[in-house]
């Protein structure tokens, strides 16, 4: 007997148990994509699937372009840890997790297959049109944990979802030579920079510091939006990308 999934994309359930309940009226506003980090597909899903490991997503997208569904959307997945955006540090409650087969930094980081973006971009497409998640909060992993996390890396095609319509991407600047902070730098353009990340959704105190947090900030900022160079230094092109951003944002337009 089949089971009918949540998506309008053709895909499988493959239950885990890893999930509860949503918050009573809690939206589903946010959509985070991680790579699985792990040296298999199998070892991947085996862990999703494991209630000792107490980890799930609500999708898991294969290097072939093959969807599971592990967890009804409407409850709450097991997928983003300690994190924040915007505020919010209870992001399981309020997102949709997909997991994207890579083996990550740790076990071969490795080009995404284009049969595999293909099915991410119409997955993401269906649940984006579905719970009306605007475009700037569709997010890595990196992103709302840039202290713990890395995925999905400055290797995932950012640029080519945005082209099909999902999240939020500018064209980054041209990397040259030009103003630079690094860590250790303090005064008022680097607590101009903090703001600017903050407003954007990131964790980070604006104290006028470059300390190692903000060191992580900016890496996490690199590797979603300005990937050719991931250093964790403010030049230029990370002020320009910045600054475009925020300008795309509807409340700062």
Partial sequence: MSVATDTGVKARVHPSPNHGQRPDGAPIDMLVLHY?????????LQRLCDP?????????VDEDGSILQCVPEARRAWHAGQSFWKGDTDINSRS??????????????????????????????D???????????????????????????????????AKAGVGHFVEPETIESGMMMQEGDQGQPVEAIQSMLALYGYDLDITGEFDGRTKQVVTAFQRHFRPAKVDGVIDESTIETLHRLLAKLPSLA
């Fill in 36 to 44: 699985t980090g792990m040296p298999t597909a199998q070892d991947a």
């Fill in 52 to 60: 000792r490991a107490e980890v799930s997503a609500h999708y898991f």
């Fill in 96 to 125: 949709i997790g997909v997991e994207i087969v890579n083996p990550g930094h740790e076990f071969g980081y490795r080009p995404f297959p284009d049969l595999q973006i293909d099915a991410v971009i119409a997955l993401c497409l």
């Fill in 127 to 161: 649940i984006c049109g579905r719970h009306k998640i605007d475009p700037w909060m569709v997010l890595a992993h990196s992103d709302i944990a840039p202290n713990r996390k890395e995925d999905p890396g400055e290797l995932f095609p950012w640029a080519r979802l």
